[in-house]
């Protein structure tokens, strides 16, 4: 079955770029889905960040959008994350995720599975 | 776009049902769109208990079951064991200017 593996720096300066990857096994990135990034606050809930299909189109969430960049890597497999002029309170577990679609009639469903452990970050000089 | 309002902790003893309300509004939940939940452990990533509102994948549990009136979603434990203790999230898509939303988080307690 597909599995996710987020890899990457988990300290990186305020002011300066979080830089992840997700290597995607299993499966080929290249399928119906999209590619999604997660992240959670230490004891805090979860916030989306953003998706980005095999074609290279891109969503992301309004907030975060200034300074969010995903891309993905189809002869590796994988996708990646960078997080421009970062602050203590980008300080998360950042987690990538499989995004699965499907519009039935009259009703829309997504889901995000599977995840990939996790990775935190910390922001701090 | 505010999370999705969950209870901030349910509780119950083993063998009883409880239930997990995530309110959204006409732009999310109630704007036909299907929830997901995921359970979360301490420490561990989240794990999809149930899609499409109302389908559990795989593995999961038949003790856990989904659904939806108005712009309210609920997520159902019955026979609630010790296993079921953990962090559970719903999730919904809320438009394309938004993106996708998740919910407060809810901690389930086994007393």
């Known amino acids: 079955q597909v599995q996710l593996q987020e890899s990457g720096p988990g300290l990186v300066k305020p002011s300066g770029t979080l830089s992840l990857t997700c290597a995607v096994s299993g499966g080929s990135i290249s399928s119906s889905n999209w590619w999604s990034w997660v992240r959670q606050p230490p004891g805090k809930g979860l916030e989306w960040i953003g998706e980005?299909?095999?074609?290279?189109?891109?969503n992301y969430n309004p907030s975060l959008k200034s300074r969010v960049t995903i891309s993905v890597d189809k002869s590796k497999n994988q996708f990646s994350l960078k997080l421009s002029s970062v602050t203590a309170a980008d300080t998360a577990v950042y987690y990538c995720a499989r995004l699965s679609i499907v519009v039935v009639p009259a009703a829309m469903s997504c889901w995000f599975d599977p995840w990939g452990q996790g990775t935190l970050v910390t922001v701090s000089s | 776009q505010s999370a999705l309002t969950q209870p901030a902790s349910v509780s119950g003893s083993p063998g009883q049902s409880i239930t997990i309300s995530c309110t959204g509004t006409?732009?999310?939940?109630?704007?036909?769109?299907?929830v997901s939940w995921y359970q979360q452990h301490p420490g561990k990533a989240p794990k999809l208990m149930i899609y499409?509102?109302?389908k559990r994948p795989s593995g999961v549990s038949n003790r856990f079951s989904g659904s939806k009136s108005g712009n309210t979603a609920s997520l159902t434990i019955s026979g609630l064991q010790a296993e079921d203790e953990a962090d559970y999230y719903c999730?919904?898509?809320?438009?394309?200017?938004?993106?996708?939303?998740f919910g407060t988080g809810t901690k389930v307690t086994v007393l």
């Open positions: 499409e509102g109302s």
């Open positions: 980005i299909y095999h074609s290279g189109s891109t």
């Open positions: 999730c919904s898509y809320a438009g394309s200017s938004t993106g996708y939303v």
């Open positions: 006409s732009s999310d939940v109630g704007s036909y769109n299907l």
